[in-house]
């Protein structure tokens, strides 16, 4: 391995073109599906209308909306007929037969009371649409930062390989002149098709993470869908998280359940008040054959009137009780699932500020690198040059550039997170 090389001027000329001819190909190139590229918000706007989950908790709450509608019905008409087969005679003539119509009716405000509980548990049900709403944004807003990335780190791939590309007409022009050795074209060469291979797994990883982001949005997994770069991450917060957590769809859900126990207890108390019943009895009466009276085969009519009295009452006290146990469960539910979402807010918060750590770090190492390729490339006009050091500081470069992309991802991944619990 020698120290220097000194590669002819006509061979740096031809290679600086190519450089110069690849990044200008490369800006053209890269600005193209930028032409084309899909929001985040719009992918949303497409999830949200065609999501099967979404669509099926939508139906539930249809359905439960549905159900104050039902609450609202009396109990079912009663009707009755009977035809006596031992006709009883009476007075004004023998009995036929026998109708009757009965109608229950509730104590007064229990179907008022139905209604409500229905619609208490329509309400739960919404929050529970809204939660499924937010965890797909949530899960849409994760595969899309996971494609930008990829895209990202393709791009810088595709760059080190073309940049390993002028590195490798270098070191065979200085094979030529004798001033490297082939182990060194040997060497880049390997370089490449490690590059190449891990170019190759993040198209595959590519195509693996679109189908899924195709899936949530309920169409072919083939559709192509082309990414917006990720911005860079802020030096710092512009400012506090600013959301409540207790309007998170988690902790709505079990309000609403609790209001819906409130009701089914109010339902149940006048569920155990005594119904009332209203009915008609109606008599046809034959007339009596050779009499000649006023009454003499008048027909009988006999409104009701009943009452059901609860007097063995244990299934409403039961019913109580159970009601009473259930606002503890929710309760206790609803502190257990806000604590979780403490948590889960502070750790996500930690860890956007972990990612923004890192990518602050990588910036500074690779513009510290980018230093060490200048005092390099200056050795190489003078002659000076080594291509290890070149390929260790391409190395690290390539590194340092794709740690701030995993970072930029982890970033707005935890922001998304940060976003799903305080509804931002």
Not at 19 to 24: D, T
Not at 244 to 256: A, S, V, W
């Amino acid at each position: 391995m020698r120290d220097s090389i000194r590669p002819r001027s006509a061979k740096r000329e031809r290679s600086n073109l190519i450089m110069k001819a690849y990044i200008l190909f490369l800006t053209v190139f890269s600005a193209i599906p930028l032409l084309n590229a899909q929001s985040l918000q719009e992918l949303l706007r497409q999830a949200e209308a065609g999501n099967p989950k979404i669509q099926a908790y939508q139906l539930r709450y249809a359905v439960a909306g549905e159900k104050a509608g039902e609450a609202s019905s009396l109990p079912d008409t009663e009707f009755g007929a009977g035809l006596f087969v031992s006709e009883p005679e009476t007075r004004t003539g023998a009995q036929k037969a026998r109708f009757s119509v009965r109608q229950m009716l509730p104590w007064f405000g229990t179907i008022t009371a139905r209604e409500n509980y229905a619609n208490a548990m329509a309400e739960a049900e919404f929050e529970e649409l809204s939660l499924v709403r937010r965890q797909l944004a949530l899960e849409v807003a994760g595969g899309y930062y996971e494609l930008s990335a990829n895209k990202a780190q393709e791009k810088v791939l595709e760059e080190t390989i073309v940049l390993l590309n002028t590195y490798e007409e270098q070191a065979i022009t200085a094979v030529e002149v004798g001033k490297a050795s082939a182990v060194d074209v040997l060497r880049i060469q390997i370089r490449k098709n490690e590059l190449q291979e891990r170019l190759q797994v993040l198209k595959q990883q590519y195509l693996a993470r679109e189908a899924s982001l195709n899936n949530l949005l309920n169409r072919d997994i083939r559709t192509e869908i082309h990414t917006m770069e990720l911005p860079p991450i802020p030096p710092e917060e512009p400012g506090p998280a600013d959301g409540e957590l207790t309007m998170h769809p988690e902790l709505l859900k079990y309000d609403k359940l609790y209001e819906g126990v409130r009701q089914a207890e109010l339902l149940n108390r006048k569920e155990s008040a005594p119904n009332l019943g209203v009915g008609l009895d109606y008599v046809p009466v034959q007339e009596r054959a050779g009499m000649n009276f006023s009454d003499n085969g008048k027909d009988i009519l006999m409104p009701m009137v009943s009452v059901t009295v609860p007097i063995f009452n244990s299934t409403y006290a039961s019913r109580t009780r159970q009601n009473t146990l259930r606002q503890q469960e929710l309760e206790a539910m609803k502190k257990e699932r806000e604590n979780d979402l403490k948590s889960r807010l502070e750790s996500a918060i930690a860890a956007r500020n972990v990612a923004r750590i890192q990518y602050m770090t990588q910036l500074a190492n690779l513009e510290q690198a980018g230093h060490a390729e200048q005092i390099l490339i200056r050795n190489y006009e003078t002659g000076t040059v080594d291509f290890n050091d070149v390929l260790d500081i391409q190395e690290l470069q390539l590194n340092f550039r794709m740690k701030m992309i995993a970072a930029q991802r982890a970033y707005y991944s935890q922001a998304a997170m940060i976003n799903y619990i305080l509804g931002l």
